[in-house]
């Protein structure tokens, strides 16, 4: 069973840059498989943000496209979101998931964390 | 982008009926179109994947059907468990995966 935990800090200040790191367990980021973040404002619908493949190739949002980078570290078994230039409209629980081949289906997700941009 | 759009936004209904829910696509995805269940704090829990295919563990109450841009989710006799948040999200165009906005279904 593929297990996802995202870590980072809950509170960013404006302007400045939001990062979280997804552990993965139960699976491989090397495997042929894109892995992906979510996001969602509080009380609001869910954003696609970008994902990553295990060769390094990323797809963006492209509303986001110049804010946001996603590595992966397979040493690690993890990967990573990086947004920049945050401001209060960031504000959201980030979920890292794992997007399925096939149907590309978010069939396995983190549980989330809280970011909140404030200072 | 492939704009997603849900209806109803919410929906009240009794334990023991039927709902459907609609999800238009702005343009056609063929049958690219997956369905997720969201409850207050948790993570959104895949329903139905590819418009009709159930996700393992899944009801069979729950069920998918569409092609192009219109796509609905049944839930035949609605369990208390069900009461959540559902979710369309078109997988045809990876330059940018899209969700709907999402239905409530609320208790009557």
């Known amino acids: 069973q593929v297990q996802l935990q995202e870590s980072g800090p809950g509170l960013v200040k404006p302007s400045g840059t939001l990062s979280l790191t997804c552990a993965v367990s139960g699976g491989s980021t090397s495997s042929s498989i894109w892995w992906g973040w979510v996001r969602q404002p509080p009380g609001k619908g869910l954003e696609w943000i970008g994902d990553i493949y295990h060769s390094g190739s990323t797809n963006y949002n492209p509303s986001l496209k110049s804010r946001v980078t996603i590595s992966a570290d397979k040493s690690k078994n993890q990967f990573s979101l990086k947004l920049t230039s945050v401001t209060a409209a960031d504000t959201a629980v980030y979920y890292c998931?794992?997007?399925?081949?096939?149907?590309?289906?978010?069939?396995?997700w983190g549980q989330g964390t809280l970011v909140t941009v404030s200072s | 982008d492939i704009l997603m759009t849900q209806s109803p936004s919410s929906l009240s209904a009794s334990v023991g009926d039927r709902v459907t829910i609609t999800c238009r696509a702005s343009q056609s995805i063929s049958s690219y179109l997956n369905w997720y269940q969201q409850k207050p704090g948790k993570a959104p829990k895949v329903l139905i994947y590819?418009?009709?295919n159930l996700q393992s563990g899944v009801p069979s109450r729950f069920s998918g059907s569409g092609s192009g841009t219109d796509f609905t989710l049944t839930i035949s006799g609605l369990q208390p468990e069900d009461f959540a948040t559902y979710y369309c999200?078109?997988?045809?165009?990876?330059?940018?995966?899209?969700f709907g906005q999402g239905t409530k279904v609320e208790i009557k």
């Open positions: 590819g418009t009709s």
């Open positions: 998931a794992r997007l399925s081949s096939g149907y590309s289906v978010f069939d396995f």
């Open positions: 999200q078109q997988s045809y165009s990876n330059l940018g995966w899209t």
